[in-house]
């Protein structure tokens, strides 16, 4: 078969490659490699999706009805709002589809968040990379990287791999002085960790201005990764267009049911929250009296400086030996980094005093 000129264009996209989950020869994993939460689901959600099992046969509620209305009430934002779906990824790739023609341009932050890419390349757009200044975004780079051809700007607020943030004041002020045409998509898939109070996800930037998205996630604090649901929060009149492509049955029901539930578990989430804070703390203070350097992060995992890709890559294959899997952040431009998300306590012990045996950059 001869491909399209569309299929073509997308054979040159570099597939994202997610957290390594096995290590050959090792019994146990300590799986530090793809931010997720460490205490396995809401204890809420599973009975829920125990519940749920003998409804299989039966499609899902295609307007994820009760789930949009806990998230609702959960938020303070209005049900008709919200779109949900199969994890904030697809949120993403709708707002690309939704917004995006060829030619057109996304402006996203140097190390920020990869599917942004992917999925505007896909809808036959060029993404296009604002620099950051020390890891972080940077407002006035990605205003001038804005061009007449821009029509979204995304941003991981927190961001994933770096761990930064921008406050709530700084993404006011950029969306103020953003073009009114150009949608601002908040990423705040991490938002739930972030413990800093010049910090906000931006709902209230949704009504308030009408060209903002908020994308939240359950992969996360939440523990649903595994059954793949997100929504958005969007100005009415986002909500209606993304309603029409997407497709009638895109959350299952497990999803719908895990997702309630676990709004209702706020022990789980509380102590998540307080876990993830002291993991944090420890983790950062350990690898900086190694010598490393350590960023800090709002989000639920750190990035370390190893100097160099050689020494990046050498550490991460050793910790794999002992079964701890970490993140390569090469691709993210952080080809010196690794990224190592939080789990529990006994597994941040083990990971640190790998690192140290490790050794210290000469
Ligand atoms: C910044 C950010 N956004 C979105 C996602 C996607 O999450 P999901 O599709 O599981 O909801 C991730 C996952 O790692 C992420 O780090």
Not at 205 to 233: A, N, P, Q
Request: with cysteine; aromatic share 8%; net charge negative.
């Amino acid at each position: 078969m001869s491909f399209s000129p569309k299929a073509k264009t997308i054979l040159d996209i570099a597939p994202y490659v997610g957290g390594e989950s096995k290590a050959e020869g090792v019994e146990r994993i300590i799986k530090l490699s793809s931010n997720e939460g460490p205490f396995g689901p809401p204890p809420a959600a599973v009975r829920a999706l125990q519940e749920c099992v003998s409804d299989m046969h039966r499609y899902p509620d295609g307007g994820s009805t009760a789930l949009r209305e806990a998230l609702a009430t959960e938020n303070n934002i209005k049900a008709d709002q919200i779109i949900c779906g199969a994890g904030s990824d697809e949120i993403i790739q709708f707002l690309c589809n939704a917004f995006l023609a060829p030619g057109d341009e996304i402006v996203y932050s140097a190390h920020g968040f990869l599917m942004y890419s992917i999925y505007a390349r896909a809808a036959g757009a060029n993404p296009i990379a604002a620099p950051e200044q020390d890891l972080k975004a940077d407002p006035q780079a990605i205003l001038d990287t804005v061009t007449p051809k821009t029509k979204i700007v995304f941003l991981a607020n927190p961001n994933n791999p770096t761990g930064s943030y921008l406050t709530k004041d700084e993404i006011k002020s950029l969306r103020d002085q953003l073009p009114e045409n150009v949608l601002l998509v908040l990423d705040a898939a991490y938002c739930e960790y972030v413990q800093e109070a010049d910090y906000s996800a931006g709902h209230e930037l949704v009504d308030e201005y009408g060209s903002v998205v908020v994308t939240r996630t359950f992969s996360k604090i939440y523990g649903l990764g595994g059954v793949r649901l997100g929504w958005g929060h969007c100005p009415p009149e986002i909500a209606d267009i993304l309603n029409r492509i997407r497709g009638p049955f895109n959350v299952s029901t497990a999803a719908q049911v895990a997702g309630v539930a676990a709004l209702s578990d706020k022990d789980f989430i509380h102590s998540s929250v307080r876990h993830n804070a002291n993991m944090l703390n420890f983790v950062t203070k350990y690898l900086r009296g190694e010598g490393l350097e350590v960023y800090l992060s709002a989000g639920n995992f750190c990035l370390a400086d190893f100097e160099t890709p050689e020494r990046a890559a050498g550490c991460a294959a050793f910790l794999k030996e002992r079964g701890i899997l970490v993140r390569q952040v090469a691709a993210y431009g952080l080809p010196s980094c690794l990224r190592i998300s939080m789990g529990l306590e006994e597994e941040m012990m083990l990971a640190c005093e790998a690192i140290k045996d490790y050794g210290q950059p000469s």
